[in-house]
Nanobody, 126 residues
Framework: QLQLVESGGGLVQPGGSLRLSCVAS????????IGWFRQAPGKEREGVSC????????MYADSVKGRFAISRDNAKNTVYLQMNSLKPEDTAVYYC???????????????????WGQGTQVTVSS
């Protein structure tokens, strides 16, 4: 069974940092672009970042550019999202998902992704 599991969320003060992890089981991440998405209460799910299969190409939402960094370690079947300079508006449940199909280009549209994890809560508050 294909499954992604997120971890690393928590409560952090504005300006703080967190690193989220996304670990795959049941399949290898090597062949899939991986995306991070988030959903705040009362809002639609939005794409945050994406990384291609090699890690050589990344994509970010304008709202997180310069603050978030996505990376992957295929040997560990894991994708990371380093989040710095966090703001209260970053508060949301963060999900990772695998791009449908193999060796596909990155994107931030959630309909192009599957095998969603259960999410990890990130709360930015003083």
């Amino acid at each position: 069974q294909l499954q992604l599991v997120e971890s690393g969320g928590g409560l952090v003060q504005p300006g703080g940092s967190l690193r989220l992890s996304c670990v795959a089981s049941g399949f290898t991440l090597d062949y899939h672009a991986i995306g991070w998405f988030r959903q705040a209460p009362g809002k639609e799910r939005e794409g945050v970042s994406c990384i291609d299969t090699s890690g050589g190409s990344t994509m970010y939402a304008d709202s997180v550019k310069g603050r978030f960094a996505i990376s992957r370690d295929n040997a560990k079947n894991t994708v990371y999202l380093q989040m710095n300079s966090l703001k209260p508006e970053d508060t949301a449940v963060y999900y990772c998902a695998a791009r449908r199909g193999v060796f596909r280009l990155c994107g931030l549209g959630s309909s192009d992704f599957g095998s969603w994890g259960q999410g990890t809560q990130v709360t930015v508050s003083s």
